[in-house]
């Protein structure tokens, strides 16, 4: 579990709850319903307009990333790929073939797969890159989602206060019922920038990294496959990679 994803948004929540708290507000005059309904019901509705079905779906499966992002082991990798570099070198890449079992990586055994059959460093670079990078730009539009959603939410908000003050316009002779309209009025507009800038935008920025460090990770692999291809030393192929350590810790 990403435990600095999870306390960011427990501090949010405490901080907007706590704020009201010492205002001497009241929590229950957060809540609005036909507010909430303005907005998150709004909003998901301008972003499925905008975005083809498996694109928004996928954003959902994505969504899990930021508590449970998934986690490369670089080093354990490199390990593995200086192993197949020890057996290609002295019994060549058929043997490779017992390696296979234990990946369960699609992209990972696809590099493997095209080693073992002797494709050309040109032809293996080139379905490799395009598979990686292809894939990094369907996470990456999911993860736009996000970042739309951060850019209708305010604007519903907006929308919601207006309605709210039109409402409200309704019944300037009936002092309750005005205090219902403006009520929703200013909680639109709080559920608007609160839910852009706290939630909606995070996300977006969070699963954006851990989609370059996926891409970062299979370059990775690409890279010490073509080494490997090359029949460059297990060593220099070791020190190489271990750049992608520190890109990765970042």
Known sequence: MDRLSLFGL??????????????????????????????????????????????????????????FPPRFDIQTRIDTLVKWCHISRSDGFLPLENQLEQEEDPIVRQCLMMLIDGSSPEVLQETMETQIYFQRDEFGHSAKVYESMGGYSPTLGILGAVLGLIQSMQYLDQPDALGGGIATAFVATIYGVGFANLIYLPIHYKLRHIIFQNTLYYEMVLEGTLMIHRGENPQHISRRLDAYKVAYAQ
């Not at 708290?21 to 499925?48: D, F, H, R």
């Open 10 to 67: 427990l501090l949010a929540l405490v901080a907007i709850v706590g704020g009201q708290v010492l205002e001497g507000g009241s929590l229950i005059a957060l809540y609005n319903g036909p507010a909430l309904l303005i907005v998150v019901v709004g909003t998901l509705a301008a972003v499925m307009i905008q975005t083809p079905w498996h694109i928004f779906t996928r954003s959902f499966i994505l969504l899990k990333w930021v508590l």
